[in-house]
């Protein structure tokens, strides 16, 4: 890679981190609170540790790469760049102080929406032969994040589903009120991070793909036009459910087995 790459490469992999690191010590911590059953608490449970794994994923993703110095200076570059701060305090400060179901669609649109202009790069160089061992550490991440936002949107609608038609449509204009916030932001960072190298408008469209995806999750509409055909088709093989090289007797591989699920009744619920 040439040093405008590597330097894409550090500042989307410090905006996981950062995202990641949040999810972790509060969004997690927040959603537990607000947990109605056992077995939500101890999914939500599972949900922080893997949170924590991802951050130190990323840890050893810098480590591998950099050298202590320049991961000092990719930090303290994160720590003072306005546009990620902005995202990340936006949604802390709901994690904070907001609604239960607040909180949940605060944490659907940072697991299902705001960490794909970071992915966008790992997945681009996956599919372009260049850092594979990072970037499928990454495919696996997003894995996670996408059962994530699944399951938290799930709980979401169950709990949406209580409330009356007059709260119902002033949260659903609430979220949308903070998607287009989030949104407006994550197109300026987008361009700071890809406009040298001309990825800007890939990249826009794949976050608002991410951005549907997410809406869809709580159970809302989706709101941009873009589908996965509008997609980077290397960019949408990377986050495929497909895995590499796994061994079905042994287990042995870089990608998981998913199992089979039949939806849950009512009466399902209602025992947890």
Known sequence: MDETEKDIVNKVFIGLTMLDTLQSEE????????????????????????????????????????????????FKWGNNN????????????????????????????LESFLFYSGFYAPLWYLGNNKIPNAAEIIKLIIRDESVHGTYIGYKFQKGFEALNDDEQEDLKNWAYDLLFDLYANEVKYTHYIYDEIGWDADVLTFIRYNANKALQNLGFDPLFPDTSEDVNPIVMNGISTGTSN?????????????GEVEAMSDEDYKTW
């Open 82 to 109: 306005e546009l990620l701060q902005y995202k990340a305090e936006r949604i802390n400060e709901i994690y904070q102080n907001g609604t239960g179901l607040q909180k949940k669609i605060a944490s659907v649109f």
């Open 27 to 74: 969004g997690a911590v927040h959603l537990l609170k607000d947990a109605r059953t056992q077995h939500e608490k101890s999914v939500l449970a599972n949900i922080h540790f893997m949170e924590a794994e991802h951050a130190r994923s990323y840890s050893t993703i810098f480590s591998s790469l950099n050298s202590t110095r320049k991961i000092e200076e990719i």
């Open 246 to 258: 796994h061994d079905f007797f042994s287990q042995v591989g870089n990608g998981y087995l998913l």
